[in-house]
RNA sequence: GGGGGAAUGUCCCGAGCGGCAAAGGGGGCGGACUGUAAAUCCGCUGCGUAAGCUUCGUAGGUUCGAGUCCUACUUCCCCCA
């Protein structure tokens, strides 16, 4: 993609144009350019299920993102980096991302436990200890070979009690300075922090202002999307986005639906990564210009129509609903194949399409018109 | 010709000590999925809003009470001739 004569050799990242707090722009790394806002499909286990790394470029995607915790367990970070990283391995040139581990300290509550000086795991592959410190994390995301590495933090679910929200967020504050310092300095790499607090407004502000004095690449706000209303996270965005600096990107972590996607560009994200595509995909589930559709679902069967005939995604454009519904009917691994392709290719298509508005200044159309065509189609199919 | 076994909820398979509207599956119908343990999870699936009503091949019988026990019949399967 980029001329490697020209290809820059630090992480530099460029607001080219704004529109109320949204903004649009690139970040540029040696290994590629991400357009932002950019959502970054989700490869947790070195692979963007049921995608060819091909497709996912294609699609317009520049990043994405791996996952330390899986990538630990299988085949395990040291055999990676033998194996000449992680971009090598999945075929995957362009920058990626690696996730701390920091979300399975929640997601897998059962298997672990927590203390000032990491984490311990057990593995839910075959149930051996893994001890995970924030020193540990960078160690093995550096291994991996990752662009973009997070620090270790501790996720919450809400709801929650304060206390415990408060706890999180100071021992994550405390893990991202070690992970800065273990980090050190990389040039054309970067550690970004990660904003805890819950759904508690102060705790948020005290983390942002912190993480921010820290000097740091990027920031992400983390912990949200987890249990609690739309309406609290888009509040708790509009809390912590007057302390970060604008200079900065400013990641989303796991979110969202294709609303959440325009909300939350709205409010100042710069960037985004969420399963919702690829496991909706495979579950059934497509996202479309013309919202959401439920393949499984009887009235598909004999629909000769494509998801959307003005798609440029195949998936999206060539195959008929019915043929659609009786893949995922059948639990054809096709079916999980195309309707991922068609997800991405729609998340793809809306993340371009905002960019383009708020360069165009326009994104409060562009939100409008989308959610409208959602409308219209859902309108359609009652009457 | 002789002997043995089986028929279950109106799609299929299938459990079912005399108290059963009847376990489980599959299939069907719908829902969920947000830094991916999970190609996973959750509802509903005889009629009725309900009291209740009608179900276990058919017809009788025993019993307070029968899908369960007895008799006959029908159909199917297996073994021996």
Redo the contacts with the bound molecule.
């Keep these: 993609m980029t001329d490697p004569l020209d290809a820059p050799t630090d992480f530099t990242f460029t607001v080219s144009a704004t529109d109320g707090q949204a903004r649009t722009g690139h970040i540029a790394m040696p290994r590629g350019t991400i357009r932002t806002p950019a959502f970054m499909?989700?490869?947790?286990?070195a692979t963007?299920?049921?995608m060819y790394p091909e497709q996912v470029r294609d699609l317009g995607a520049d990043v994405v993102?791996?996952?330390t915790?899986?990538l630990m367990l299988r085949p395990g970070p040291e055999r990676m980096a033998r194996l000449g990283g992680l971009h090598r391995f999945m075929r995957w040139d362009g920058p990626i991302l690696t996730?701390?581990?920091?979300?399975?300290?929640?997601?897998?509550s059962?298997?672990r436990k927590i203390d000032e000086e990491g984490v311990t795991f057990r593995?839910?592959?075959d149930g051996t200890a893994h001890r995970m410190s924030p020193e540990r994390s960078i160690e093995i995301q550096g291994l991996l070979g990752s662009d973009i590495q997070?620090?270790?933090?501790?996720?919450?679910r809400l709801p929650a009690e304060r206390a415990e929200i408060e706890k999180a967020m100071r021992l994550?504050l405390r893990w991202a300075e070690r992970c800065r310092v273990a980090f050190g300095e990389q040039p054309g790499k970067a550690m970004f922090g990660?904003v805890?607090g819950g759904d508690i407004p102060d705790l948020r502000v005290e983390s942002a202002r912190a993480l921010t004095d820290l000097d740091l690449k990027g920031y992400?706000i983390?912990?949200?999307?987890?249990?609690e209303p739309?309406a609290v996270?888009l509040a708790m965005i509009e809390t912590v986005e007057p302390h970060l600096p604008a200079t900065k990107p400013r990641y989303l972590?796991?979110?969202?639906?294709p609303d959440?996607l325009m909300q939350s560009v709205m409010r100042g994200i710069d960037m985004f990564?969420?399963?919702?595509?690829?496991?909706?995909g495979?579950?059934?589930?497509a996202y479309t210009r013309h919202g959401?559709i439920?393949l499984?679902?009887?009235?598909h069967?004999e629909d000769t129509r494509p998801l959307d005939e003005a798609s440029a995604c195949p998936a999206a454009r060539d195959y008929s609903r019915a043929y659609l519904h009786h893949l995922v009917?059948?639990?054809e691994?096709l079916g999980?194949m195309l309707l991922?392709w068609n997800n991405l290719a729609y998340y793809q298509q809306l993340m371009a399409g905002m960019r383009t508005a708020i360069a165009a200044g326009r994104l409060v159309d562009f939100v409008a018109e989308t959610k409208d065509g959602w409308a219209r189609a859902e309108a359609a199919e009652k009457g």
């Design positions: 499909p989700v490869g947790t286990a963007v299920k049921a993102l791996g996952n915790y899986h996730d701390s581990g920091g979300f399975q300290v929640m997601s897998l059962a298997l593995s839910h592959i997070m620090q270790l933090d501790e996720c919450v994550s990660i805890q992400a983390g912990g949200l999307a987890v249990g739309q996270m972590m796991g979110v969202g639906t959440d990564d969420c399963v919702m595509p690829t496991r909706a495979r579950h059934g589930l959401r439920n499984r679902n009887a009235r069967a009917r059948s639990e691994i999980m991922t």
